[in-house]
Nanobody
Framework: QVQLVESGGGLVQAGGSLRLSCVAS????????MGWYRQAPGKQRELVAV???????NYADFVKGRFSISRDNAKNTVYLQMMSLKPDDTAVYYC???????????????WGQGTQVTVSS
């Protein structure tokens, strides 16, 4: 069984910074793409950033220059460094990973439980 656990959310003032972490654990054979999504109240879940196992990154336009995604493959962990936060960044942030488990030899998408980020004005 595979699970993703996020941490690092919280309340911050506009202009501040937060760092989110997400650890994948369980019966893992390999971890491919890892990424962060967010969902604000009344809105659809949207991609924030994604990183491949080789370190290539892609960002949503609304976070370019402010957020940075990175990963530690040895720890099956992905990070999201968020700077210059705005009230519009307020949302539940979800970790996503494409993982091949040891028990099922096909890759699947796994999600964390989400962590709340609130940016006050």
């Amino acid at each position: 069984q595979v699970q993703l656990v996020e941490s690092g959310g919280g309340l911050v003032q506009a202009g501040g910074s937060l760092r989110l972490s997400c650890v994948a654990s369980g019966s893992i054979f390999s971890v491919n793409n890892m990424g962060w999504y967010r969902q604000a109240p009344g809105k659809q879940r949207e991609l924030v950033a994604v990183i491949t196992s080789g370190g290539s990154t892609n960002y949503a336009d609304f976070v370019k220059g402010r957020f940075s995604i990175s990963r530690d493959n040895a720890k099956n962990t992905v990070y999201l460094q968020m700077m210059s936060l705005k009230p519009d960044d307020t949302a539940v942030y979800y970790c996503n990973a494409r993982i091949t488990s040891r028990s099922i030899p096909v890759s699947g998408d796994y999600w964390g439980q989400g962590t709340q980020v609130t940016v006050s004005s």
